[in-house]
T-cell receptor, first 111, second 116 residues
């Protein structure tokens, strides 16, 4: 079944790196996503990783996937004030008609 | 190009009234999803439309909730006899669903529903 867990809150100083973690339970997940939600806005796709990959880097974003532990992380390098948002991880598997989302992790960047 | 749009952006209603929420998906996207985001909660799947197939309604929380998708494009989510626990942000998403993964979903800004 689908069950995605995330921690709730992270504060980080501007310029530091921030790491957001997520665990999932569906071992057949094929794609894992990170979405960003700024205040009052919808969800914006940040990046995704295919389950046969261990790492994906996209500019300041690095996604790490530990399939054995079903653990997904998002590292944001050189965190900026514009990175303050709620970050959701989500998993998608073949045959499912929906994404299963975690509860989100609020990141607050302190200038 | 134009993204997913939703209207209204905010809706305040009285308990017991019916409400309609609208979603305009990205042109050419055959799949359309409705989610509900309650305060401090993740996204709860409500319903999924794919082309002309019967919708997947497995996430609708009660029979007070229904949705239509006319002409394979615009969708309306209707909540009858609203209750205070229906207060949430209702998010719509669409995807190309070309049959080749990943089938990335693109979200609208949401409709914030407040039931007094």
């Amino acid at each position: 079944g689908e069950d995605v867990e995330q921690s709730l809150f992270l504060s980080v100083r501007e310029g530091d790196s921030s790491v957001i973690n997520c665990t999932y339970t569906d071992s057949s997940s094929t794609y894992l996503y990170w979405y960003k939600q700024e205040p009052g806005a919808g969800l914006q796709l940040l990046t995704y990783i295919f389950s046969n990959m261990d790492m994906k880097q996209d500019q300041r974003l690095t996604v790490l996937l530990n399939k054995k532990d079903k653990h997904l992380s998002l590292r944001i390098a050189d965190t900026q004030t514009g990175d303050s948002a709620i970050y959701f991880c989500a998993e998608w598997t073949y045959g499912n008609n929906r994404l299963a989302f975690g509860k989100g992790n609020q990141v607050v960047v302190i200038p | 190009g134009a993204g997913v749009s939703q209207s209204p952006s905010n809706k305040v209603t009285e308990k017991g009234k019916d409400v309609e929420l609208r979603c305009d998906p990205i042109s050419g996207h055959t799949a359309l999803y409705w989610y509900r985001q309650s305060l401090g909660q993740g996204l709860e799947f409500l319903i999924y439309f794919q082309g002309n197939s019967a919708p997947d309604k497995s996430g609708l929380p009660s029979d007070r909730f229904s949705a239509e998708r006319t002409g394979g494009s615009v969708s309306t989510l209707t909540i009858q006899r609203t209750q205070q626990e229906d207060s949430a942000v209702y998010l719509c998403a669409s995807s190309l669903n070309s049959g080749r993964p990943p089938d990335t979903q693109y979200f609208g800004p949401g409709t914030r529903l407040t039931v007094l």
